[in-house]
């Protein structure tokens, strides 16, 4: 091989290096411009962060671990995005829609079966907003008491028993709430509570306040004779 052609090759050989990096600087310092210009439209929006458990209406033997990451629209009206973790591979797995009692109240008959109260998630302490200080953290539950939500799960991730779905498939499912006492498997509460390092009883006695703003809302005993244990509701949240 001749010497101006091993120099040929070596320049081809730099030339495509430097156009690959050339290709990389620029991806790197588009994703720095856009992330520096652009405003994220509606989804900045969704800047609380809720944690809770479902279960599905139809098959109460799924029972799940959400994240919420929620916009308050009004005082009537939230819309949440739902994940299966916090982290950075979390998966999208669903919608919430939360309205107030007195949006609730103007439902037709034949709609309000999609809606799950909220009072028992509240004053048992399931729901918790980790990323809130105490004080915003409980002034923002009590805005929430006597409010409903419409959950569609459309990726169904995992669960205690339930192996992951490989991508979103077949119809979205309904999801519903706990309700009375020992509907939800323990083996929930206690991973999610030790990893947020949260004490369940002292949350539960610290919203027992919050009761004497709740009314008795449809739906708690929905799923009451679905689950083989399933006791009083939390003090406030009788139907």
Not at 5 to 10: D, Q
Not at 174 to 190: H, K, V, Y
Not at 206 to 223: F, I, M
């Amino acid at each position: 091989m001749t010497r101006p052609f091993l120099r040929l090759v070596m320049l081809g050989a730099a030339a495509m290096a430097a156009g690959v990096l050339a290709r990389a600087r620029f991806r790197r310092a588009a994703s720095t411009g856009a992330r520096l210009l652009r405003d994220l439209g509606p989804v900045r929006q969704f800047d609380v962060h809720l944690t809770g458990f479902q279960l599905l209406k139809d098959d109460p033997d799924r029972q799940l671990e959400v994240h919420h990451y929620c916009h308050q629209v009004n005082e009537d009206f939230l819309q949440c995005v739902l994940f299966d973790g916090d982290g950075a591979d979390a998966r999208l797995t669903g919608v919430e829609f939360i309205i107030s009692e007195r949006l609730y109240d103007t439902l037709p008959e034949d709609e309000k079966p999609y809606w799950h109260p909220h009072n028992h998630e509240i004053l048992s302490g399931q729901l918790v907003a980790p990323d809130l200080p105490a004080r915003a953290e409980m002034e923002w539950m009590r805005r929430q008491v006597n409010s409903y939500g419409k959950t569609w799960h459309f990726w169904l991730t995992g669960g205690i028993g339930h192996e992951a779905e490989p991508l979103p498939m077949g119809e979205p499912c309904l999801a519903w709430s706990f309700n009375r006492e020992g509907e939800i498997d323990p083996r929930l509460t206690r991973e999610r509570d030790a990893r947020l390092g949260l004490d369940p009883e002292r949350k539960r006695a610290e919203r027992a306040g919050l009761a004497e703003l709740a009314h008795p809302q449809r739906g708690e005993d929905t799923l009451k004779d679905a689950l083989p244990i399933s006791e009083p509701s939390a003090p406030g949240a009788r139907e």
